[in-house]
Antibody
Framework: EVQVVESGGGLVQPGGSLRLSCAASGFTFSTYWMHWVRQAPGKGLMWVSIISGDGTVTRYADSVKGRFTISRDNARNTLYLQMNSLRPEDTAVYYC??????????WGQGTLVTVSS | QSALTQPASVSGSPGQSITISCTGTSSDVGGYNYVSWYQQHPGKAPKLMISDVSKRPSGISNRFSGSKSGNTASLTISGLQAEDEADYFCCSYVATGNWVFGGGTKLTVL
């Protein structure tokens, strides 16, 4: 069974940093591109970032470019999102998802990031 | 990148059909057949219902169907059931190599 489990969320002050993790199982992790998608409280979905299976290709939404870094450890079947210079508007549930046929699929339950003083 | 445009809400009675639209541009919806649709119940993770404009993943009811014309994609749900009440989001690949979601549509089953 395909499973992804996010962790690492919490409360952080504006300007602070946080690293999210996403543990994957049930599929050959290294062969799949992986997404991060977020959802602010009561709001819609916003695509954040994607990384290729071998980690050499990364892309970011304009609103997080230069502040967030996506990476992966294929030996540990784990996806990461390093978030720096956090802003209150980054407050959201962050989901990781496997890319299947150019679409985020197999989502985890998410991890909540709250940016507040 | 601006979000794709969806109606804020739609409603229908059990057994009826409804259609949710998703309008983008030639750089996203109109330029690629990589439109997907997601169902999200309150407090739950999104669930993929349609990929590649009209393909249903294994296990998804054939009451759900997708289509596209020009820069607008559509999700149709036929034979509405109470459990279909949820938020629905469209998503498209973008020419920049990114992805973009729609603002979401709340479906109410009357």
């Amino acid at each position: 069974e395909v499973q992804v489990v996010e962790s690492g969320g919490g409360l952080v002050q504006p300007g602070g940093s946080l690293r999210l993790s996403c543990a994957a199982s049930g599929f050959t992790f290294s062969t799949y591109w992986m997404h991060w998608v977020r959802q602010a409280p009561g709001k819609g979905l916003m695509w954040v970032s994607i990384i290729s299976g071998d980690g050499t290709v990364t892309r970011y939404a304009d609103s997080v470019k230069g502040r967030f870094t996506i990476s992966r450890d294929n030996a540990r079947n784990t996806l990461y999102l390093q978030m720096n210079s956090l802003r209150p508007e980054d407050t959201a549930v962050y989901y990781c998802a496997r890319d299947v046929a150019m679409a985020p699929d197999d989502w985890g339950q998410g991890t909540l990031v709250t940016v507040s003083s | 990148q601006s979000a794709l445009t969806q109606p804020a809400s739609v409603s229908g009675s059990p057994g009826q059909s409804i259609t949710i639209s998703c309008t983008g541009t030639s750089s996203d919806v109109g330029g690629y057949n990589y439109v997907s649709w997601y169902q999200q119940h309150p407090g739950k993770a999104p669930k993929l219902m349609i990929s590649d404009v009209s393909k249903r993943p294994s296990g998804i009811s054939n009451r759900f169907s997708g289509s596209k014309s020009g820069n607008t994609a559509s999700l149709t749900i036929s034979g509405l059931q109470a459990e279909d009440e949820a938020d629905y989001f469209c998503c498209s690949y973008v020419a920049t190599g990114n992805w973009v979601f729609g603002g979401g549509t709340k479906l109410t089953v009357l």
